[in-house]
């Protein structure tokens, strides 16, 4: 099936946390979301936050359900971060 391969090569690319991966762009929508320079854009860039972070958190939910070795509790690098960014982008919304 052409899209559980999207899906497997989607996920590949999401190994990264928030130093060099997807939730890292999630996270700098989320900051700009608080500013008010940005206020008319705030729902906008919450709503742009959620859809780097969903494949991320998908990969992250992958990764810790099958014990792989990326599953740790490093915020920049692992599973931790993406999920703290994600409670901090939903309760904003």
Do not use: W
């Not at 742009?48 to 810790?64: S, T």
């Amino acid at each position: 099936d052409n899209r559980a391969s999207e899906n497997r090569a989607q996920m590949r690319n999401n190994d990264g946390g928030l130093y060099t991966g997807l939730p890292g762009a999630a996270l700098m929508l989320h900051k700009l979301s608080k500013n008010p320079h940005f206020a008319q854009e705030r729902g906008m860039l919450l709503q742009e936050a959620l859809g780097y972070l969903k494949p991320a958190l998908e990969y992250a939910n992958y990764i810790k359900n099958h014990g792989h070795m990326v599953d740790r509790a490093s915020f920049l690098c692992g599973n931790s971060g993406i999920f703290a960014v994600a409670a901090a982008v939903h309760k904003a919304l």
